[in-house]
């Protein structure tokens, strides 16, 4: 297998032939959005740590982004509006041997769903959450969400959102997360390796990939091109690394160009015992 | 427990005879008048090898319960009206993806949070009509501790055999009295596991029924790759807008539980073969009738009692039997202002008249004031409800 999976990452075709259900095809995406490209990642992530497809479950919520699990040929649950975390709960504890993967939108997860994502968190359970962020309500055509930046438009902010927008990634630190990443898709190879080592790590891993909505949200905030959405966020983010030593050495102009950016790579790494080992723990000590 | 004869009550024995049935997955948020299922699940489940969680929330509860079931476990929910309304979407979900699954619901005081330790039966209809869409159910309602173990174990079968959430719905009297319950041995239990498929992961269709109109389950992990969605779908369990496919999944989802109701159905009577007025009453309130039949028989009026166990089913074609039989009247006490009184009314089909006796929440009838309706209904006193 390994020696296939050389070469360009994104070219994407035998990795599709592998993992997905044809007879689901076309899919049900808008061209230039985002999934495809996250849909891609995940299984490159998936391929390159050799997850067993039979003793792996995607879960989703409601949303565009959670219509990705209905591609993948696996046991799959597409679950309740914000309760997929719930349902990932049940199956994860019910048979730890199962590697949970969850995709779940900005609404989903923060918005319907934002006591579950941070109990999951809380918890420390071992499954990778994959979070699209599209910055809308991108499935029911574009409403503003919990995570439209302020000032931006939806079909309910016709005046422009006066709401200060969740960051999802801290959100998911200060509930406890073990692994939390950001990228946004139109770079290939560091969100593959985060959602890899989100993969490895045993506890609870949160990837937000930034990815663009073309339909629901770019026509009505000026980036009509998908183009215009990449540059936005081309210009709207800074590598974590690169925001340290600019917090740190950088002059008065350099710090305030960096200070409203939005942090990008691999935010927040620890290790943690998680919650389905500390209950195997507990039956083990009661039995003895 | 072993098996032995306990004095217990309501709530530990629902507990154990989640336990007896298989149960290994248990998911809640406290509630009064339920908790005492959940401390006992806490204690109990690490000794059984069972999983057991205290989510934030029902919706969390029940989401975590569903996910159990796909991973192949046995899973029930505690719970309470307000935490039973926060269920409904998912309840729904289950329904609609066949996922077998116990909920437990005590009844208390409502509306909203209502009288939080008190007995009342005001959630009846929200078990038949409370999830939004059409949907057929089975809801049992144990009228005494042996039966709060009884039930939960037949609950469990139930669930497995036409693979759906079942409701259990017990009431805070029922839940907190304390009684003899019988726990019997292993071999004396008749315990249904979900049925499993015959044929190759190549071959399986997820959806696709057998003659008794319930497909078998393949659960994750299994080699199946089993796509599940509470979106309309087709046999392979893909979405579809189809109002083809809509209409054969949803009518076959409600005739799994029409066509196999002479199974599931289950009710009690009580000195009905002469009886010429016949009490309609279930949970708690039955014990109160059951005492009434006696006090009334006393003074010379024939009275009996039919108790539905399963209220849904609903006992239709006995009660309607009864009516077209010549009973003089039904009268049916519960404590709400009218549920299952309407159910009673439609199936005697004007044969004779039915008559309610109403109560609020708080507390259960005397057999004293229900020997009171029963003698104005006898003297032709009453008026029709
Ligand atoms: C309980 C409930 N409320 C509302 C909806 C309607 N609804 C469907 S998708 C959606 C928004 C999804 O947004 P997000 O999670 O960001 O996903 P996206 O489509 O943007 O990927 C809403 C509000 C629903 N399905 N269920
Ligand atoms: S509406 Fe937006 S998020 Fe949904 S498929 Fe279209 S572009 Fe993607
Ligand atoms: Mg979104």
């Known amino acids: 297998m390994a020696e296939q999976m050389e070469g360009d990452v994104i070219g994407g075709k035998k990795i599709q032939e592998k993992y997905l259900r044809d007879e689901m095809m076309p899919h049900i995406f808008c061209n230039g959005c985002g999934l495809g490209n996250v849909l891609d990642y995940v299984l490159w992530a998936v391929e390159k740590e050799g997850f067993d497809m039979d003793k792996t479950v995607f879960l989703s919520g409601i949303g565009c982004s959670s219509r990705i699990p209905g591609y993948i040929d696996a046991d799959a649950l597409h679950t309740t509006h914000g309760r997929a975390l719930g349902f990932a709960t ?64 939806g079909t309910t902010a016709p005046y422009g959102n006066i709401e200060s927008p969740f960051d999802m990634s801290k959100m998911a630190i200060a509930a406890g997360a073990t692994y939390v990443a950001r990228w946004p898709v139109y770079r290939p190879n560091q969100p593959i390796n985060s959602i890899r080592e989100g993969l490895r790590n045993n506890g609870f891993s949160f990837i937000e990939m930034m990815s663009p909505c073309t339909t629901a949200y770019g026509r009505r905030n000026k980036f009509r091109e998908i183009k215009d959405l990449w540059d936005f966020y081309i210009d709207n983010t800074i590598l974590k690394e690169e925001y340290e030593m600019t917090m740190k050495f950088g002059s008065e102009e350099e710090k305030e160009a960096a200070k409203d950016k939005i942090i990008i790579g691999e935010l927040h790494k620890i290790s943690k015992k998680p919650l389905e080992d500390r209950y195997r723990d507990l039956v083990k000590e009661l039995m003895e | ?70 991973a192949g476990r046995k899973a029930m929910t505690a719970t309470s009206g307000p935490g039973f309304s926060l269920m409904m979407e998912n309840y729904g979900f289950a329904l609609m993806t066949e996922t077998p699954c116990v909920i437990v619901n005590v009844m208390r005081g409502g509306p909203s949070t209502g009288l939080p330790t008190m007995v009342a039966q005001g959630d009846v209809m929200q078990t038949r009509w409370g999830t939004h869409g059409d949907v057929g159910v089975v809801v049992y309602c ?52 979900r049925k499993k498929p015959k044929n190759s992961p190549e071959e399986y269709l997820p959806y696709c029924p057998d003659e008794d109109l319930v497909p078998p389950m393949a659960c994750a992990g299994e080699g199946y790759g089993v796509h599940v969605t509470g979106l309309t779908h087709d046999e392979r369990g893909y979405p579809s807008v189809d109002e083809k496919t809509q209409t054969f999944l949803v009518t076959r989802l409600i005739n799994k539980i029409r066509k196999n109701s002479d199974d599931i159905l ?68 519960e404590i709400n202002f009218g549920q299952i009184v309407y159910e009673v009314q439609r199936c005697t089909d004007g044969h004779c008249p039915t008559y309610l006796a109403p109560r609020m929440g708080g507390s259960i009838h005397t057999p004293e004031e229900l020997v009171e309706r029963l003698y104005g209904i006898n003297e032709g006193k009453e008026g029709s409800n």
């Not at chain 2, 008048?33 to 029940?62: C, N, V, W």
């Not at chain 2, 009297?173 to 004396?188: C, D, G, L, S």
């Open chain 1, 90 to 153: 049940g199956v994860k504890m019910a048979n730890p041997e199962l590697n949970v993967i969850v995709f779940t939108g900005d609404g989903d997860c923060i918005g319907i769903g934002g006591n579950h994502f941070i109990h999951a968190a809380r918890r420390n359970l071992n499954i990778t959450v994959i979070a699209v962020n599209n910055y809308i309500y991108g499935m029911t055509g574009g409403q503003v969400a919990p995570t439209t930046p302020e000032g931006h438009f």
């Open chain 2, 1 to 70: 427990m072993k098996p032995d004869t306990y004095f217990i009550d309501g709530n530990t024995a629902c507990a154990e005879g989640a336990i007896a049935a298989g149960c290994t997955f248990f998911a809640s948020y406290p509630i009064t008048p339920a908790t005492e299922i959940l401390e006992t699940m806490a204690k109990r489940f690490p000794e059984i090898h069972g999983s057991y969680l205290q989510m934030e929330d029902e919706l969390a509860s029940i989401a975590a319960v569903i996910g159990a079931s796909w």
């Open chain 2, 142 to 193: 144990p009228g005494s501790p042996q039966e709060m173990f009884d039930m939960t174990v037949e609950a469990f079968n139930t669930a497995e055999r036409y693979r759906l959430p079942v409701v259990l719905l017990s009431d805070a009297v029922v839940a907190h009295m304390t009684e003899k319950v019988v726990i019997p041995p292993k071999e004396e239990l008749d315990i249904v596991n």
């Open chain 2, 266 to 333: 289950k009710y009690e009577e009580y000195k009905v073969d002469d009886a010429e007025i016949i009490i309609v009453a279930y949970g708690s309130v039955s014990r109160s009738a059951r005492e009434a039949v006696d006090m009334a028989r006393a003074e010379g009026i024939k009275v009996g009692l039919l108790r539905p166990i399963t209220l849904w089913p609903f006992p239709e074609d006995r009660i309607y039997e009864l009516a077209a039989k010549g009973v003089k009247a039904f009268l049916v006490a």
